[in-house]
């Protein structure tokens, strides 16, 4: 069973930096994708950044690409995603994910099978 734990969330001004980790266990974390995905109440989850198994293939959304980097330790199970130059609107709940199947890569929500409960990430103005 695969479980997923984000950390890193908190309260923030316009401006500021985090890094999200999400720890993984349960699966064969090294040959799996993974993503990152946020959600705002009221509106569906989205895609924020992903990265391949290898770690050496990315993917960002729009809305964060320059200011948003993902990454991964495949020696500690863990991923990672800086935040720089926060804006109010990056305010919303970050879930980490893991794909269905192993070596895949993907920005698509339905091709993740597994989700962590979520870490808050609040920007002020």
């Known amino acids: 069973q695969v479980q997923l734990v984000e950390s890193g969330g908190g309260l923030v001004q316009a401006g500021d930096s985090l890094r999200l980790s999400c720890s993984a266990s349960?699966?064969?974390?090294?040959?799996?994708?993974m993503g990152w995905f946020r959600q705002v109440p009221g509106k569906e989850r989205e895609f924020v950044a992903a990265i391949a198994w290898t770690g050496d293939t990315v993917s960002y959304a729009r809305s964060v690409k320059g200011r948003f980097t993902i990454s991964r330790d495949n020696a500690k199970n863990t991923l990672y995603l800086q935040m720089n130059s926060l804006k109010t609107e990056d305010t919303a709940v970050y879930y980490c994910a893991v794909t269905r199947n192993s070596f895949d890569f993907s920005a698509r929500r339905d091709d993740y099978d597994a989700w962590g409960l979520g870490t808050h990430v609040t920007v002020n103005s």
């Open positions: 349960g699966r064969a974390f090294s040959l799996y994708g």
